[in-house]
């Protein structure tokens, strides 16, 4: 299976980096084929511009500035993201990633009103992701960030397609252990997947 892995973290000696070399590894040693988009190390400029939102609407010609970002979704069959939760949202590099890419005539269509999910040959979805609040503390601010894998890109990929949250909370005051104990979990799950 072809799976895109979505990463976005600046920082190569952090955990997040550290769960991206966990996933890449364990997808491989899974038999499948990983295209893996390293936003920041790729460079993508998240910034939606002022032409592109202008022309958001116009396909395919509002593919043209991001067309193979938007050629790699297309050909992927399954989804990983791997990111640290800042703010209880997404960093802006994902946020951007999902704005300039996830586009109309991309990741839906809209015909008089009505949108339809076009993302259908993805087949599976999973979340990797990093907080610094406690669970706690994301549920009471309503955890959009895990709202938005478990309701909004599950409703835009293959219908009843399994879709897999690990998220490893409370980083301020993580430890060694909970950090080897979650490493070992995604390495599972991703071995499985």
Known sequence: ????VLFSHPVETSFGAALHAQVVESLKKAGHE?????LYAEGFQPVLTREERIGYHDYPENTAPVAGYVERLRKAEALVIVTPVWNFGFPAMLKGYFDRVWLPGVSFALEDGKLT???????KLAAVFT????????FLAGNPPKKIVKRVLRAQIKLGAPVSFMAHYDMNNCTDKTRADFLAKVKAEMEAF
Do not use: N, Q, S, W
Not at 1 to 4: A, K, S, T
Not at 34 to 38: A, E, L, Q, R, S
Not at 131 to 138: E, H, L, S
């Open 34 to 38: 990983v295209d893996d988009c390293d």
């Open 131 to 138: 907080y610094g609040a406690t669970p706690m503390r994301a």
């Open 117 to 123: 999910p076009t993302l259908r040959h993805i087949k």
């Open 1 to 4: 299976m072809r799976v895109l």
